[in-house]
T-cell receptor
């Protein structure tokens, strides 16, 4: 049971480039979320999904897009990378209620640097 | 504004002692409070959840308390071991509207052998 798998683990982008961070889970979880983690700040929600075909914005959605075509996959797209998007990105999934009742299962993260 | 505070300074304790970590919050009415463990270079791992109507929750060597009057949660690790060294995050979950999470920045715990 792999849990939540994120790729790549590390990425360096130039300002203005676009890329997609991949996230896949094999637990049949309905709820999936993307967070970013910055020094001195708590995890902040970027986008989330309550099921295939349904997505919504979180606290810091600007500059990011998501889609959820299957239960398993929830990719995060950076449209035009900016240095302010340098961060560690975590994908998380939950069996129900956005993790409220059961907690999140997090991936191991993608460390992104934008130069 | 809503705020959640964890001690940003690292906590060093001797092996075998009880570690106590604090999570304080203001301007928030959480229905749940969760604790996670995060190791360097890894994602957070869910440990425990406590509901607003629960005072205390235990799981093996872990104990969490939740005081909605003081707006505080305490996280205890008894008989601590060097393997318990990690950063511990608390997260508040509100059920008003769409579930809304606020994560703390975490407290780094180091257990000395």
């Amino acid at each position: 049971n792999a849990g939540v798998t994120q790729t790549p683990k590390f990425q360096v982008l130039k300002t203005g480039q676009s890329m997609t961070l991949q996230c896949a889970q094999d637990m049949n979880h309905e709820y999936m979320s993307w967070y970013r983690q910055d020094p001195g700040m708590g995890l902040r929600l970027i986008h989330y999904s309550v099921g295939a075909g349904i997505t919504d914005q979180g606290e810091v959605p600007n500059g990011y897009n998501v889609s959820r075509s299957t239960t398993e996959d929830f990719p995060l797209r950076l449209l035009s990378a900016a240095p302010s998007q340098t961060s560690v990105y975590f994908c998380a999934s939950s069996a129900g209620d956005l993790g409220a009742h059961y907690g999140y299962t997090f991936g191991s993260g993608t460390r992104l640097t934008v130069v | 504004s809503q705020k959640i505070e964890q001690n940003s300074e690292a906590l060093n304790i001797q092996e075998g002692k009880t570690a106590t970590l604090t999570c304080n919050y203001t301007n928030y009415s959480p229905a749940y409070l969760q604790w996670y463990r995060q190791d360097p270079g890894r994602g957070p791992v869910f440990l425990l959840l406590i509901r607003e109507n629960e005072k205390e929750k235990r799981k093996e060597r872990l104990k969490v308390t939740f005081d909605t009057t003081l707006k505080q949660s305490l996280f205890h690790i008894t008989a601590s071991q060097p393997a318990d060294s990690a950063t511990y995050l608390c997260a508040l979950v509100s059920t008003s509207g769409t579930y809304k999470y606020i994560f703390g920045t975490g407290t780094r715990l180091k257990v000395l052998a």
